[in-house]
């Protein structure tokens, strides 16, 4: 992870919100807000956020299927393979 470029304190969050938000959407660095010269929360775009939503259930669905792989659950590519021919085949 890159160390963050915007670093302001919540006074700053507090007096500069709508500036913070528009700059946001331009370039879309998040910010790290402090308190008491302590990072206490990050701000980031919707777009970030909803990106990076994304990518974790992407990231959870990749986790089950290797913990299924691992278990023996799974089938092979030849396998998968052959039941979609057959699939296809059948409702033809």
């Known amino acids: 992870m890159s160390s963050p ?3 302001k304190s919540i006074s ?3 007096s500069h ?3 913070i ?3 946001l959407e331009q370039n879309g660095t998040p910010y790290v ?3 008491n010269g302590e990072a206490s929360m990050v701000i980031e775009s919707v777009k970030q956020f909803q990106e ?3 990518l974790i259930a992407v990231l959870k ?3 089950m299927g290797e913990k299924d792989r691992l278990q023996g659950r799974g089938v092979s590519a030849e396998e998968a393979r ?3 021919r057959a699939a296809r085949k059948h409702r033809q």
Do not use: G, P, V
């Open 5 to 7: 470029t915007n670093i």
């Open 12 to 14: 700053y969050l507090k």
């Open 17 to 19: 919100a709508a500036q």
């Open 21 to 23: 938000s528009e700059d």
């Open 33 to 35: 807000i402090t308190q």
């Open 52 to 54: 990076k939503e994304e």
């Open 61 to 63: 669905i990749i986790a």
């Open 82 to 84: 052959a039941q979609l």
